[in-house]
C-alpha cells in the first residue's frame, strides 16, 4: 500500500492517506513533478503507460510522485526518477504549483505540486510500465501544442510547464 502526505494550504504535513484514498476523495497531498532538460534546452517528455491507475497513454513532464510521510522531497524525487525513466541527475527544487483538478475516471488531483529542473546528457532507460514512450522536445513548441489540444497531456502539465518555463526565462539563473 502507498501513502502520500496529507498537507495543508501552507504545505504543512497534517497526516497521511493512502494515495488512492487521498485521490479519490480529493484531499490535498503533497506531490513533486520534475523537468529534465538537456544541454541544448530541449525538455524530456513522458508518455504514460497504458497501466497507469490515472492519465493513462497522456504525455507529461520527465517524472512526477509523491514523497511517502518517512521519506524527503529531494529522496522521493530521485527516487522515482530512477524508477520511472532509469537515470539520476542533479535537481532543484524551483517552486510550489498548488492545483486541484478532477480526472476522467472519478479521481481529483489536489496538490501541492513542487517543481524541481535537472539536466541530462544521456538516454533514458524508462520502465514500460511507467512510461510507455519518451522523447525530447522544444518547451516552446511542447507549451503551444498542450495549450490548443490539453487533452493529449495530464492536467498538471501546462501549469507546471508555465512555471517552470518563467523560471528559466533569458536573463534568469537556470536551476
Same mark, same amino acid.
Given at each position: 500500500?502507498?501513502?502520500?502526505?496529507?498537507?495543508?494550504?501552507?504545505?504543512?504535513?497534517?497526516?497521511?492517506?493512502?494515495?488512492?484514498? %487521498?485521490?479519490?476523495?480529493?484531499?490535498?497531498?503533497?506531490? *513533486?513533478?520534475?523537468?529534465? *532538460? &538537456?544541454?541544448?534546452?530541449?525538455?524530456?517528455?513522458?508518455?504514460? =503507460?497504458?497501466?497507469?491507475?490515472?492519465?493513462?497513454?497522456?504525455?507529461?513532464?520527465?517524472?512526477? /510522485?509523491?514523497?511517502?510521510?518517512?521519506?524527503?522531497?529531494?529522496? %522521493? =524525487?530521485?527516487?522515482?526518477?530512477?524508477?520511472?525513466?532509469? *537515470?539520476?541527475?542533479?535537481?532543484?527544487?524551483?517552486?510550489?504549483?498548488?492545483?486541484?483538478?478532477? @480526472? &476522467?475516471?472519478?479521481?481529483?488531483?489536489?496538490?501541492?505540486?513542487? @517543481?524541481?529542473?535537472?539536466?541530462?546528457?544521456?538516454?533514458?532507460?524508462?520502465?514500460? /510500465?511507467?512510461?510507455?514512450?519518451?522523447?525530447?522536445?522544444?518547451?516552446?513548441?511542447?507549451?503551444? &501544442?498542450? @495549450?490548443?489540444?490539453?487533452?493529449?497531456?495530464?492536467?498538471?502539465?501546462?501549469?507546471?510547464?508555465?512555471?517552470? @518555463? =518563467? %523560471?528559466?526565462?533569458? /536573463?534568469?539563473?537556470?536551476?
Amino acid at each position: 500500500m502507498e501513502w502520500v502526505i496529507l498537507v495543508n494550504e501552507e504545505d504543512r504535513a497534517v497526516g497521511r492517506e493512502e494515495k488512492i484514498a %487521498a485521490h479519490a476523495a480529493g484531499l490535498l497531498h503533497r506531490a *513533486f513533478s520534475i523537468f529534465v *532538460f &538537456d544541454p541544448s534546452g530541449r525538455l524530456l517528455l513522458q508518455r504514460r =503507460a497504458s497501466g497507469k491507475y490515472h492519465s493513462a497513454g497522456r504525455w507529461s513532464n520527465t517524472c512526477c /510522485g509523491h514523497p511517502r510521510p518517512e521519506e524527503s522531497l529531494e529522496g %522521493a =524525487a530521485h527516487r522515482r526518477l530512477r524508477e520511472e525513466m532509469g *537515470f539520476s541527475c542533479p535537481l532543484t527544487r524551483i517552486a510550489a504549483y498548488r492545483y486541484r483538478a478532477a @480526472l &476522467d475516471n472519478g479521481l481529483v488531483e489536489n496538490e501541492v505540486d513542487h @517543481l524541481l529542473v535537472g539536466e541530462f546528457d544521456g538516454e533514458p532507460s524508462p520502465d514500460p /510500465g511507467e512510461a510507455a514512450e519518451w522523447r525530447w522536445v522544444d518547451p516552446g513548441a511542447i507549451r503551444r &501544442d498542450a @495549450l490548443s489540444v490539453p487533452s493529449r497531456y495530464t492536467v498538471w502539465f501546462p501549469g507546471c510547464l508555465e512555471q517552470v @518555463l =518563467a %523560471a528559466r526565462k533569458p /536573463g534568469r539563473p537556470h536551476p
